[in-house]
């Protein structure tokens, strides 16, 4: 296996995970969480999520949505995602039944899990950086957080180089404006968070 880069540490979502994430585990005093995240790359995310989030109680699981492809960015056209998926597998074997990994596109998962009325405690969107793909993403993650859930988007500020079709930041601008009833912003920097106010 070849070495990767840290995107999640080297973009500052371990910081935004540590700032947010655990306060937060102290209120739900030691209940069951449901995290889902929408793009897992290499894993790094994950086994944070796993080692300080997940960890406390048996029922604890993390669902991780990829398609291992990658997207139509220029810095993943030259990756081997074979070996990105083997990778991300490599860490996260050890942790058994507390990872459900689905190897598809998100709004295939959607699809599914949504007939099953399922809620997520926490959800971290990033996937696919155009706007139409994070428009999407961002309605699904909403609806379905659990009341007091968090939903976290990465890469507000990142830049395509092309028109803002192509990039987060449209579509996390309209879902705030519009979920402005239910969730109240925590965080809006590098990364936008927003919490359940039910």
């Known amino acids: 296996m070849a070495e990767y880069p840290n ?22 005093n030691e209940q069951p969480i449901a995290v889902l ?16 989030l997940l960890g406390g109680h048996p029922d604890s699981f993390l669902t991780d949505v990829d398609t291992w492809k990658g997207s139509d960015e220029e810095i993943h056209h030259s990756l081997d995602w074979a070996d990105i998926e083997t990778t991300y597998d490599s860490k996260i074997k050890k ?13 295939d998962f959607f699809r599914l899990v949504g007939m099953l009325d399922f809620k997520y405690d926490f959800i971290y969107v990033d996937g696919d950086h155009t706007a139409k793909s994070v428009l999407k993403d961002g309605i699904n993650a909403l609806e379905m957080c659990a009341p007091g859930g968090i ?24 879902l705030l404006v519009a979920y402005a009833d239910k969730f109240e912003v925590i965080e809006k920097d590098v990364q936008v968070w927003v919490k359940h106010k039910g």
């Not at 973009?11 to 585990?25: D, M, N, R, S, V």
């Not at 058994?96 to 596109?105: A, I, S, T």
């Open 7 to 28: 995107w999640f540490v080297e973009g500052g979502g371990e910081w935004y995970f540590k700032k947010h994430l655990l306060p937060w585990l102290k209120e739900l």
């Open 37 to 52: 995240q929408i793009g897992a790359y290499t894993g790094d995310a994950s086994v944070w999520l796993l080692d300080n």
């Open 95 to 107: 942790y058994g039944y507390k990872v459900k990994k689905f190897k598809l596109f998100s709004d």
């Open 151 to 174: 939903v976290a988007f990465d890469d507000y500020l990142w830049r395509s180089g092309k028109e803002a079709t192509y990039d987060p930041y449209p579509a996390i601008d309209a």
